[in-house]
């Protein structure tokens, strides 16, 4: 069974920092991509950050240069490490990944930045 847990969450003030976990567990994790998405009150889901097997990665514009998303395998965890946050990055950020044709998402952790 394909679990996900997120943890790190949090409030910070605006520039600060927070970094984002996801613990995975029922796939053989080092063969998967992971993704990071977030979910802001009234607005639908987006894609942040990716990253495939291999370590290449993608990130969705408004967060390149501030956000970094890694790898562990030998920990099974992907990570989101966020710097110089904004407001507008508050948000429930989820952990994803696609195992046989399904998305499989973590329960999401709320990150809020204030002005």
């Known amino acids: 069974q394909v679990q996900l847990v997120e943890s790190g969450g949090g409030l910070v003030q605006a520039g600060g920092s927070l970094r984002l976990s996801c613990l995975a567990s029922?796939?053989?994790?080092?063969?998967?991509?992971m993704t990071w998405y977030r979910q802001a009150p009234g607005k639908q889901r987006g894609l942040v950050a990716s990253?495939?097997?291999?370590?290449?990665?993608y990130y969705e514009d408004s967060v390149k240069g501030r956000f970094t998303i890694s790898r562990d395998n030998a920990k099974n965890t992907v990570y989101l490490q966020m710097d110089s946050l904004k407001p507008e990055d508050t948000a429930v950020y989820y952990c994803?990944?696609?195992?046989?044709?399904?998305?499989?998402w973590g329960q999401g952790t709320q990150v809020t930045v204030s002005s």
């Open positions: 994803n990944t696609k195992h046989v044709r399904r998305d499989y």
């Open positions: 029922g796939i053989i994790f080092s063969t998967y991509t």
């Open positions: 990253i495939i097997a291999g370590g290449s990665t």
